[in-house]
């Protein structure tokens, strides 16, 4: 089993990415920022994430989006704003297949949201800054196993929503 970090739209907050890495650098394998973090790359609130360009990040040495592998699984990493997916995951899946994604990891919208389409997993962690469509402020952690993912959905204080986590049957590789 492999755990895996993800939060998104962080918006200039750097003291919570500290206090986040610090909560579960010991117990994830990676961690994730899908982008509009607007701080720079070498911002030391950064470091040991991996991290994508969102629409608000203008420091280049972030990539429009990056692949990364944990637990057997592939993980597809992007903003989502070069994929409209605001408007629809269309775009994203196709992209995501191309890739032979098992996981897509995604923010943009600041909706938290988790969705199985063709046997892959698209990702929101929502924002822990801004969020919308909820008032909690948000960000997940996946357990990677077999053939199962668990979705564990925290408030950017630490708090489990347990009413909002989720498990998700993913196809074998």
Same mark, same amino acid.
């Given at each position: 089993m492999s755990k895996v970090l993800i939060v998104s739209d962080s918006h200039g907050l750097t003291h919570e990415l500290g206090?986040?890495?610090e909560r579960h650098r010991k117990e994830t394998e990676l961690?994730?920022?899908c982008g509009d973090s607007q701080l720079m790359a070498d911002h030391h609130a950064m470091?040991?994430?991996v991290t994508v360009r969102g629409n %608000?990040? *203008?420091d280049t040495r972030f990539p429009l989006d990056t &692949? !990364? !592998?944990v637990?057997?699984?592939k993980i597809f990493v992007t903003h989502g704003h070069n994929h409209s997916v605001k408007t629809s995951l269309m775009n994203l899946n196709y992209r995501a297949q191309e890739l032979q994604a098992d996981l &897509? %990891? *995604?923010g943009h919208s600041h909706v938290l949201g988790a969705e199985l389409m063709n046997g892959i997993l698209f990702l929101n962690p929502g924002s822990i800054r801004l969020p919308r469509e909820r008032f909690e402020k948000t960000y997940v952690i996946v357990e990677l196993r077999k053939e199962v993912v668990k979705l564990t959905v925290y408030e950017?204080?630490?708090k489990k929503l347990d009413a909002l986590s989720r498990e998700f049957v993913l196809p074998q590789k």
């Open positions: 206090v986040i890495k961690m994730i920022h470091s040991e994430f %608000c990040d *203008f &692949v !990364e !592998e637990g057997g699984r &897509v %990891c *995604f950017v204080n630490g």
